[in-house]
């Protein structure tokens, strides 16, 4: 089991930056991938980044350029690094991981969410 805890969310303006971190309290290196994503009111749930267990990255468009996604291992760490914010950013980011597990023949897929950080980008 996994347990994940966001935090680093806060106020900024135009332009700024902030960093998301998100703690696991099990192993990461157990999980197929990680990731972000995030949902802002009246709007689904969407897709930020990922990264593989190996590394590989994936970004959506609309923040491909501006935000870094990043995990460490070792201290069971996933970042969102955001640079060059924009009010349309403005949304609960959740942390993301999911597993796959069982018999070949009978793959299963486990995931897990984080509770959220709220991300306001306001003057």
């Known amino acids: 089991q996994v347990h994940l805890v966001e935090s680093g969310g806060g106020l900024v303006q135009p332009g700024g930056s902030l960093r998301l971190s998100c703690a696991a309290s099990?192993?990461?290196?157990?999980?197929?991938?990680m990731g972000w994503y995030r949902q802002a009111p009246g709007n689904q749930r969407e897709f930020i980044a990922t990264i593989s267990s190996r590394g590989s990255t994936n970004y959506a468009d609309s923040v491909k350029g501006r935000f870094i996604i990043s995990r460490d291992n070792a201290k069971n760490m996933l970042y969102l690094q955001m640079n060059n914010l924009k009010p349309e950013d403005t949304a609960v980011y959740y942390c993301?991981?999911?597993?796959?597990?069982?018999?070949?023949?009978?793959?299963?897929?486990?995931?897990?969410w984080g509770q959220g950080t709220q991300v306001t980008v306001s003057s």
């Open positions: 993301h991981g999911y597993r796959y597990y069982g018999p070949v023949e009978r793959v299963e897929r486990q995931d897990y």
């Open positions: 099990g192993s990461i290196s157990r999980l197929n991938a």
